[in-house]
């Protein structure tokens, strides 16, 4: 269930806007990349003050949020790419 939190929800949710909003390709890969830092920090805050789980200051976490990142930027920007290739047809 966290991995579906952590990974799954925060590409639905971008990939959603950004179909709603009909971004284009070029636009749409800075708001993959901003969205996708800023659902870094929402996922942070949710399991840290909300959730009230183990968060303890440790310099390896700014790694995991780089890397959270890259991985919600990789796989939204493929999956928006191949959806947006697919829905319009020229």
């Known amino acids: 269930m966290d991995l579906f939190f952590t990974l799954a929800l925060p590409e639905i949710i971008i990939i959603g806007l950004l179909r709603l909003l009909r971004v284009k390709w070029p636009a749409a890969l800075f708001i993959i990349s901003g969205l996708a830092a800023f659902s870094t920090f929402i996922i942070n805050f949710t399991f840290c003050e909300i959730l009230k789980t183990n968060c303890e200051p440790h310099g ?15 796989i939204t920007s493929v999956l928006d790419s191949l959806l947006y290739g697919y829905l319009v047809k020229k």
Do not use: P
């Not at 949020?65 to 919600?72: D, V």
């Open 60 to 74: 390896l976490n700014y790694i995991g949020y780089f890397f959270h990142w890259l991985i919600i930027f990789t």
